[in-house]
């Protein structure tokens, strides 16, 4: 039973990846090539942007910055420990190995920018699903 449940969950976790990948690069308007290379190297600076002058965002556009990229990486950290049995040093190290390379793809492609801070909120939603993962485990 725990295989099947285990084959399943890597079939979920397989489709939202690829819904992952479609929006780092497809979907919110990426459907052009930016002209220029986009980044931020410097920890923090976006972050702060929006929330020193929240009152200049649309807020839809805050949701999608900030909340967005930490509750979209949630089902990664339940998934990914389950399905890979990582330990906690393990999946952090894979997932922010993987995520970088992604941000920088994001670059390359021209598809999007390689921002430092999308890479500590996409963290911070994955170690909270991690988190998620071993109260629900403990709990079974």
Not at 69 to 75: G, H, L, R
Request: charged share 15%; proline share 3%.
């Amino acid at each position: 039973m725990k295989t099947l449940l285990r084959g399943i969950t890597a079939i979920l976790m397989m489709f939202y990846l690829f819904v992952l990948v479609y929006w780092m690069f497809v979907g919110f308007d990426r459907t052009e090539i930016n002209s220029s290379f986009s980044y931020n190297l410097t920890p923090f600076s976006t972050i702060k942007q929006y929330f020193y002058y929240y009152d200049h965002f649309d807020p839809k556009i805050w949701i999608i910055n900030i909340l967005g990229n930490i509750v979209v990486f949630i089902p990664f950290g339940i998934f990914g420990p389950y399905v890979l049995r990582f330990n906690v040093i393990k999946f952090i190290f894979s997932f922010i190995l993987s995520i970088t390379c992604l941000e920088f793809l994001q670059l390359l492609l021209k598809r999007g920018s390689f921002d430092v801070d999308d890479i500590i909120l996409n963290t911070t939603g994955a170690v909270i699903g991690f988190i998620i993962y071993k109260i629900v485990k403990r709990s079974f």
